[in-house]
């Protein structure tokens, strides 16, 4: 702290004041220019973050309503919450029918093609590949979902229009219990637009390519060179590929949102969905929050976790 | 000489190439099917024809303008102020010295476990209260909050890089921080906050849930994303080349980033996915 006095001249008369809260004090006034630049962002952070995130855990114990007369119950939202197994459990379940297998796929299809564009000779058509990869990302997410509900269709779309060629009866393939989940992820295919792609090959870039030619020279062919150079050194990307995308994976209710509503029935209807439907159909903003909570100390317990598993190796993805 | 290509380099190529024409089919098809009428539609949806019919088009912008408009303006603002936020107290954080300084930056950080969904609900209310819903400044300030714990996260980083020695002569010539911060900090990363901003609106553009429960009656006042999902999609239901029109009128501005700015466009979105 002492160079920090040199450069605060105001502090001449320091030594007066004794140690302790005075002293705090003293510190806290001869910031207060720092302060003044902090101001603006502590300001939005404090009452637009920290205090609904509060507000959300405190609330959870209320029944609050729409239109914001708040009772205290105790724990009667979680106690709702954790017995309901017609709704509440077998979305969970749903969740993670939906988001694992696309979790797996967002990690290895790019991770293919990140390959296979880095391996080519030509460098023009490494980095024209690496533009197209981007199209479609010009598109608002919203238009990219509303375009497969196009190609599921069951009179127009594309997917129909190929199942008929096979001899099939038409599907209503997002509203039908055996085809609804699978479409949600068979959605996106072949699942490479998107910035994946693009942090694989600047991994993969960083790669020494002394190692890569040395294991050449030695004979090695080019899975043997992925599976045993390119793998292990990309292992931060696919680190934070998983917890990213399980973060953002628990929080994703876009399709339902958009296309499915959680139908037919319950059978796509996932927690944050049904976060939403309690909130802002319901109006049953108390247990809304129990929800958000519940979700809240999920993913702050993976996130912590992630903390744990990053301290071995940086993520510099 | 020749170059010898190998077998392996042809497959490669093939490969790639046709995952790359999977992928972009259904948004080509759907820029397509837009020149189309609807009768052209039913006969020939799975390729392109000619003549181009621009009805659609044309329908489409006078329909979704507004909304365009309006995504832009609250875009603006929002990305303004979080330039503004974020910078100054990135300054603060980065080359001034201060009491608490570790503190206050982890209760920055720490703001990036708090995930989006749980502060929903809660969040909703506050605004309802504070700025009233089917306002402008409820679809603004989310994104000057929300994004400014990136930016600051971002440009913290990029001051902290800049040489310490510009900053003690313009000190020498009597500089005091706000000079510093103007003259030094902002000049030096004007392409590093284009980034930040292009970031930032393309996040703008592409936000429908908080739009829809944030402007429940007024709907004039929705942004693009959201005004195709709860206007545009009922209005037009069963008339795909309509549809298809509005989807790439909406898609104008980000097709022009793409184009005019693919540099920082590229660099805000890897950013983006960096986010955690």
Redesign the interface.
């Known amino acids: 702290m002492n ?2 006095y040199m ?1 605060a001249p105001k502090e001449k008369g320091s030594q007066k004041f004794a140690k302790g809260v005075k002293s ?1 004090c003293k ?2 006034y ?2 207060k ?3 003044l ?2 101001l ?3 300001f ?2 404090l ?7 509060i ?2 855990i405190y ?1 959870s114990f209320f029944d ?1 309503k729409d239109s ?1 007369e708040a009772t205290f119950i105790g724990i009667e939202n979680y106690k709702e919450l954790f017995s309901d197994a017609v709704v509440f459990w077998p979305s969970c379940i749903t969740l993670l029918k939906i988001m694992l297998p696309k979790l797996i796929i967002n990690i290895v299809v790019p991770f293919v ?1 990140a390959e ?2 880095f ?3 030509s460098d023009k ?1 490494k980095s024209n ?1 690496r ?14 979902t ?3 509900d ?2 599921y269709d069951p009179n ?1 779309g ?1 997917i129909t229009a190929i199942w008929k060629l096979f001899g099939g009866e038409p599907i209503d393939w997002l509203n039908d219990t055996r085809t609804a989940i699978p479409a949600i992820i068979f959605m996106g ?2 699942w ?5 792609v ?2 694989y090959i ?1 991994g993969l870039n960083s790669i020494s390519a002394e190692a890569r030619e040395s294991a050449r020279l030695d004979g090695a062919g ?1 899975f043997r060179i992925i599976f045993s150079i390119d793998l292990p050194m990309i292992f931060g990307q696919v680190k ?1 590929f998983l917890i ?1 995308g399980l ?1 953002s994976g ?2 994703d209710y ?1 399709v339902q ?2 296309l499915t509503n959680g139908g037919p029935g319950y059978d796509t209807m996932v927690p ?1 969905y049904y ?2 439907q309690a ?2 159909q319901s109006g049953r ?1 108390g247990y ?2 129990a929800i ?2 519940f ?2 100390v999920i ?2 317990g993976l ?1 912590l976790i992630s903390f744990r598993l990053g301290k071995k190796k940086e993520v510099d ?1 | 000489m020749k170059k010898k290509i190998s077998a ?2 042809v497959a ?2 093939a ?2 190439l046709m ?2 024409a ?3 089919y ?2 080509f ?2 820029v397509w099917c837009s020149f189309k009428s609807n009768a052209e539609f039913n006969l020939s ?2 390729y392109p024809t000619l003549p181009l019919n621009f009805e659609n088009l044309f329908y489409a912008a006078e329909a979704l303008y507004v909304f365009i408009l309006n995504t832009i303006l609250v875009g603006g603002a929002g990305t303004l102020g979080m330039l ?3 910078s ?2 990135a ?3 980065a080359r ?6 570790n503190l ?1 930056f982890m ?2 950080i720490g ?1 990036m ?17 504070m700025v009233g819903t089917d306002t402008y400044l409820i679809l603004i ?2 994104i ?2 929300g994004g ?2 990136f930016g ?1 996260f971002l440009l913290k980083s990029f001051f902290e890089g800049l040489s310490e020695s510009i900053f003690e002569a313009a000190r020498i010539d009597g500089a005091g ?1 706000l000079t510093c ?1 103007w003259q030094i900090c902002i000049r030096l990363s004007v392409p590093i906050l284009t980034t930040l901003a292009i970031m930032q609106l393309s996040g703008a ?2 936000d ?2 908080w739009p829809m ?1 944030a402007i429940p009656t007024d709907t004039m006042k929705l942004t ?2 959201a005004a ?2 709860k206007e545009f ?1 009922s209005a037009n239901t069963g008339s ?1 080349p309509s ?1 298809f029109a509005g ?1 790439l009128i ?2 104008v501005p ?2 022009l ?2 184009v005019f700015a ?1 540099k920082f466009y ?1 660099e805000g ?2 950013n ?3 986010k ?1």
């Open positions: 160079e920090y450069i705090v510190k806290l001869a910031s220019k720092a302060y630049f902090l603006p962002l502590f939005f952070l009452t637009f973050s920290y205090f609904p995130a507000s959300g609330h609050w914001g093609v296979m564009i391996n080519l000779k058509a590949y533009l197209w990869i981007l199209i479609p990302m010009v598109a608002p997410g919203v238009v990219t509303l375009i497969w196009y190609i127009f594309a295919f072949p490479i637009g998107g910035t994946n693009l942090i600047s080019t934070f990213n973060i628990i929080q876009s949102f958009l944050g976060m939403y909130a802002f903003m809304a929050s958000g909570t979700l809240f993913i702050m996130t993805a | 392996g380099q490669d190529h490969i790639l995952l790359l999977l992928m972009v259904p948004l098809m759907a949806k799975w503004i936020v974020s100054l107290a300054y603060a954080f001034m010295k201060f009491f608490g300084k206050l209760m920055v703001l476990m708090v995930p989006a969904i749980m502060t929903l609900v809660p969040s909703f209310m506050l605004y309802k209260k300030i989310p000057i909050t400014s714990v600051v921080d911060y553009w592409n429908y849930i429960i693009i994303a195709i999902k999609l795909y549809l989807y909406s898609s980000l097709i980033l793409y693919n590229v979105l890897t983006a996915a960096v955690f």
